[in-house]
């Protein structure tokens, strides 16, 4: 099992930028692919990011390619999402998720975090 907590989250202007952690506990993380998910006020929960277990590949919503990066540490167990040229249309709780495989689709992960606000003004 993995437990995963999220943090980061913040307001800042667009055009800045964040970085979004998220710390697990479990034994599997290491062998875990991991996923980063948004829901905005209203909206479904949509695809941002996710990467292998073991870091060497990743996948991005179209949204936030060339934007977003994820990435992982697996001796620290986490992973994170460096977001450069926020937009309001980003603003949203963002999720971690873990799972057996890389996946863009909420039902690919059997664990989520608590989620952090993050909250871009123009």
């Known amino acids: 099992q993995v437990q995963l907590v999220e943090s980061g989250g913040g307001l800042l202007q667009a055009g800045g930028s964040l970085r979004l952690s998220c710390a697990a506990s479990?034994?599997?993380?290491?062998?875990?692919?991991m996923g980063w998910f948004r829901q905005a006020p209203g909206k479904e929960r949509s695809f941002v990011a996710a990467?292998?277990?073991?870091?060497?590949?990743?996948r991005y919503a179209d949204s936030v390619k060339g934007r977003f990066t994820i990435s992982r540490d697996n001796a620290k167990n986490t992973v994170y999402l460096q977001m450069n040229s926020l937009k309001p249309e980003d603003t949203a709780v963002y999720y971690c998720?873990?799972?057996?495989?890389?996946?863009?689709?909420?039902?690919?992960?059997?664990?989520w975090g608590q989620g952090t606000q993050v909250t871009v003004s123009s």
């Open positions: 998720a873990a799972g057996a495989v890389i996946s863009p689709y909420t039902g690919g992960y059997d664990y």
């Open positions: 990467i292998t277990w073991g870091g060497s590949s990743t």
């Open positions: 479990g034994r599997t993380f290491s062998k875990s692919a």
